[in-house]
């Protein structure tokens, strides 16, 4: 989690806790929306992998595999917007709900204070938990998974657009638990929540 101390990026790294026990619902189709702050494509925008068409999880394990491999593929494309924050990227085919509500915002907030990011945020997963999603009121089996790990921004440098760093805090690797799940809608795994406790906590 980067927390920039002299902007007002006060919870630019990750803000909302999931309620513990609640099943997340998924919204049945993603709204496609336009990317971040510009109407017109980046050229330099740096393609990001989108996830797998798989069909339902059939055991824990299965969707713990596929929420480890769409974790990945989210920290690249986290890294991507923070390169370019201006820039046009498609957050819906991989993060969706709350996540990619706050990935907009902090775009927009990065955006706007001229600030972008080199480097890549990194997770490293510890533990995984799968448990039902409900969509559309039908249950899916091991359709949510909270993953357990370590959140690495240890590699990202933040930078003002005059190339000088921007300060941040001295914690770079936080203990992390983002929420993924299913959405049968597209056949692929998105992040659904990315929660962190009010005091981070070193890993």
């Given at each position: 989690m980067t927390i920039l101390r002299p902007t007002t990026l006060a919870a630019l790294g990750l803000s909302v806790v999931l309620l513990a026990g609640c099943a997340p619902t998924v919204p049945p189709t993603p709204d496609p929306s336009p990317?971040?702050?510009?109407?017109?494509?980046?050229?330099?925008?740096?393609?990001?992998?989108?996830?797998?068409?798989?069909?339902?999880p059939s055991t824990a394990d299965d969707a713990i595999a596929h929420a480890v491999d769409t974790i990945g593929r989210y920290m690249q494309l986290r890294s991507a917007v923070y390169a370019d924050p201006?820039?046009?990227?498609?957050?819906?085919?991989?993060v969706g709900g709350a996540a990619?509500?706050?990935?907009?915002?902090?775009?927009?907030?990065?955006?706007?204070?001229?600030i972008h990011a080199e480097g890549q945020f990194r997770f490293e997963t510890s533990s995984g938990q799968a448990s039902e999603a409900v969509v559309d009121g039908a249950s899916i089996p091991f359709g949510t998974v909270t993953l357990g790990g370590c959140y690495?921004?240890?590699?990202?440098?933040?930078?003002?657009?005059?190339?000088?760093?921007?300060?941040?805090?001295?914690?770079?690797r936080v203990r992390f638990q983002p929420v993924l799940v299913y959405r049968p809608t597209t056949q692929s795994w998105i992040v659904f929540d990315t929660p962190s406790?009010?005091?981070?906590e070193p890993c």
């Amino acid at each position: 989690m980067t927390i920039l101390r002299p902007t007002t990026l006060a919870a630019l790294g990750l803000s909302v806790v999931l309620l513990a026990g609640c099943a997340p619902t998924v919204p049945p189709t993603p709204d496609p929306s336009p990317s971040v702050n510009t109407p017109s494509p980046s050229p330099s925008a740096t393609p990001i992998a989108t996830p797998d068409t798989v069909g339902p999880p059939s055991t824990a394990d299965d969707a713990i595999a596929h929420a480890v491999d769409t974790i990945g593929r989210y920290m690249q494309l986290r890294s991507a917007v923070y390169a370019d924050p201006s820039g046009q990227h498609d957050l819906a085919a991989l993060v969706g709900g709350a996540a990619e509500s706050r990935l907009r915002d902090e775009a927009s907030q990065l955006a706007a204070q001229g600030i972008h990011a080199e480097g890549q945020f990194r997770f490293e997963t510890s533990s995984g938990q799968a448990s039902e999603a409900v969509v559309d009121g039908a249950s899916i089996p091991f359709g949510t998974v909270t993953l357990g790990g370590c959140y690495d921004s240890s590699q990202v440098e933040l930078l003002y657009a005059d190339g000088g760093p921007v300060p941040v805090a001295d914690v770079r690797r936080v203990r992390f638990q983002p929420v993924l799940v299913y959405r049968p809608t597209t056949q692929s795994w998105i992040v659904f929540d990315t929660p962190s406790p009010a005091e981070p906590e070193p890993c």
